[in-house]
């Protein structure tokens, strides 16, 4: 078995740009509750959609990886 070297530039971009995507979700969901004239900026509903959509955004990365042998070990 070959040995991959871990790259921290790489966990470092990513992790700026995870921490950038976050912060712009954080902005649209403040205005839009602003916009529908809501107390609430979170609500249960907004929260199980968040998350169940945040779920299948990264499950389609994980299984783009399986059987295949190029990404994941």
Known sequence: ???KKSNPTLYL?????GA????IAAYLLEK???LDG???ILTSKK???IGIGTISFLY???KKGKGKGKYFS
Request: glycine residues 12%; charged residues 25%; without cysteine.
């Open 32 to 34: 839009s509750s602003e």
């Open 1 to 3: 078995m070959s040995e």
């Open 20 to 23: 950038l995507i976050g912060l």
């Open 47 to 49: 929260i199980s959609k």
């Open 13 to 17: 971009f990513g992790g700026i740009l």
């Open 60 to 62: 389609t990365f994980v």
């Open 38 to 40: 809501e107390d609430k």
